[in-house]
C-alpha cells in the first residue's frame, strides 16, 4: 500500500468518526476543530467513542435481558411482542459491533503486513 493509499483510508476513518460525533463535514468537527482531536477534552477520541457504543450495546442486551425475565415471572405490562422487539435490537446491535470489531481486526492485520 502506498503512501497516498494510507492518506485517503486514513481520511476516510476521520471523516467517519467525524461524522458518527455529530454533524461534521470535510474533517472539521461540530466545535470548530481541524480534526478528531482538536478539541482535545474528554469527550473526543476514537477511544471513547467506541467505549460508548459498546455500552450502548451493552445496554441494549440488559434492557432485553430485563424484559425477558419480567415476562417470565408474569409482571403486568410485559408483552411477548415488546420482549421480542428489544431481543432483535439487542441481536441486531451485537451483529453490527461484531463486525466492527472485524473490521478493526482486518485493518490492524493489513497494517501488520504493511513493508516499511
Given at each position: 500500500m502506498s503512501n497516498m493509499e494510507i492518506d485517503r483510508v486514513l481520511a476516510q476513518?476521520?471523516?467517519m468518526s467525524a461524522a458518527a460525533r455529530g454533524g461534521a463535514i470535510g474533517?472539521?468537527?461540530a466545535a470548530g476543530g481541524a480534526g478528531p482531536n482538536?478539541?482535545?477534552g474528554p469527550d473526543t477520541g476514537f477511544a471513547n467513542l467506541l467505549k460508548q457504543g459498546i455500552d450502548k450495546v451493552n445496554a441494549t442486551q440488559s434492557k432485553a435481558s430485563t424484559l425477558a425475565a419480567q415476562f417470565e415471572r408474569g409482571v403486568p405490562g410485559v408483552e411477548l411482542?415488546?420482549?421480542?422487539?428489544e431481543m432483535q435490537k439487542a441481536n441486531?446491535?451485537?451483529?453490527a459491533l461484531t463486525e466492527v470489531r472485524n473490521k478493526f481486526v482486518e485493518a490492524y492485520r493489513e497494517i501488520?503486513?504493511?513493508p516499511l
Open positions: 476513518i476521520r471523516t474533517g472539521i468537527g482538536a478539541v482535545g411482542p415488546q420482549v421480542m422487539l441486531v446491535s451485537f451483529r501488520m503486513n504493511m
